[in-house]
């Protein structure tokens, strides 16, 4: 194994306001409820493009399917300036089947960017296998309702927020999360969010998580930090990032400027469109009570295997 630890020197006041957009993109690439966006369009089988009204290069791109509960899929974000150098106002998302074939799918999409633009609500909710919330002030109740089954209640309408879902079972456990508005399932609940469990194979599991909702108004604000790292543990225009390393194949560490030990950790890989890898965070105080900093990062194959993999990653508090 190879250990790679690059330092960045630490801002010396870190700005936590951020630039927070949104994008709701259904099956056939139509934007829905998505003021942020300029235009969206599937370019080929779970192909898609996103543009939106201000250059997103450099942000952190994390995305989720929103598609059903019954099919689970991975979704994959690209900068469109990889591609093609003049597309800074584009995102490309290429969304997979369990198996990693390409296949049609609705999904959030968030940006997060380093300056403050459009203020948004962010909501967040850390879920015990249980289906007890923790650290969760934005919460009213969550239960499990079946196998890999929750519902998340909150505090206000989340029916038309961003749902950003992230495992935290454990660096072994490659679990696939998708999530569902509340009211794609009963239109009196708007302030619900459903969540589905599954491992690798597809089959429902119990298992943590975090579950991070982005809104159009800003009425909670929160700090979130981000960082981009690529596989080999460099990082990437991320200020708020004070180290990171790999420590394994596809083990890392990341490094804050400041504690996030109760943070929503959300992660989505960013290796390639044809290489589908699963992403899974776990915050750093699990495995040292000091690393409050700290939030630790696995990546694995579509099969659950560990493999090196560039990825984003966004912390949220409150």
């Known amino acids: ?128 296998t249980a289906g007890t919330p923790h650290h969760s002030p934005d919460v009213v109740n969550a239960v499990r309702t079946g196998v890999g089954a929750y519902r998340v209640e909150f505090g206000q309408p989340v029916s038309t927020y961003a749902l950003l879902a992230t495992s935290t079972t454990g660096p072994t456990s490659s679990q696939m999360i998708t999530t569902v508005a509340g009211t794609r399932l009963n239109t009196a609940w708007t302030n619900k969010v459903v969540v589905r469990v599954f491992d690798a194979n597809g089959n429902p599991q119990d298992g943590s998580f975090h579950l991070t909702v982005v809104g159009p108004t800003a009425a909670a604000p929160r700090t979130v930090l981000y960082a981009r790292v690529g596989s080999g543990g460099t990082v990437h225009n991320a200020p708020d990032v004070v180290s990171a390393t790999r420590t394994d194949d596809g083990a890392y560490r990341v490094v804050f400027n400041q504690s996030v030990a109760n943070y929503a950790l959300i992660a989505t890989s960013t290796t390639s469109s044809t290489s589908p890898q699963m992403v899974t965070t776990i915050a750093g105080t699990r495995f040292n009570t000091a690393w409050t900093d700290v939030v630790v990062v696995r990546v694995f194959d579509s099969d659950g295997n560990p493999q090196n993999g560039s990825f984003q990653l966004t912390a949220t508090g409150g």
């Open 1 to 128: 194994t190879t250990s790679q630890t690059v330092s960045v020197q630490p801002a010396e006041a870190p700005d936590v306001s951020r630039t927070i957009l949104t994008a709701r993109i259904s099956s056939g690439g139509s934007a829905v409820n998505s003021p942020d966006v300029v235009s969206a369009t599937q370019t080929g089988v779970g192909a898609y493009r996103v543009q939106f009204n201000q250059p997103v290069s450099t942000y952190a791109l994390v995305a989720t399917s929103t598609t059903s509960s019954t099919s689970p899929q991975m979704v994959s974000t690209i900068a469109g300036t990889r591609l093609n150098i003049a597309w800074t106002d584009i995102v490309v998302v290429r969304v997979f089947d369990a198996d990693g074939n390409p296949q049609n799918g609705s999904f959030h999409l968030k940006v997060v960017g380093p300056a403050a633009g459009a203020p948004r609500t962010v909501l967040h909710a850390r879920v015990s």
